[in-house]
């Protein structure tokens, strides 16, 4: 993405009033965004299930 898009982003959130101070999340697309949480939460499960075999 660049810098230009993540220019426009921080614009748009701040006219509806969001403080995209620190917020990069908002600055994600959708997909994106999906897909991380995807990753995270099948790390998770994967130690999960790792700690159970012991």
């Not at 006219?15 to 917020?23: A, F, I, Y």
Request: proline residues 4%; aromatic residues 0%.
């Amino acid at each position: 993405m660049g810098c230009q898009v993540i220019a426009d982003r921080q614009t748009e959130l701040q006219k509806t009033g969001v403080d995209p101070h620190g917020l990069k999340v908002g600055l994600l697309p959708a997909s994106v965004k999906a897909a991380l949480d995807a990753q995270r939460d099948q790390r998770r499960t994967r130690r999960t299930s790792e700690d159970d075999d012991e």
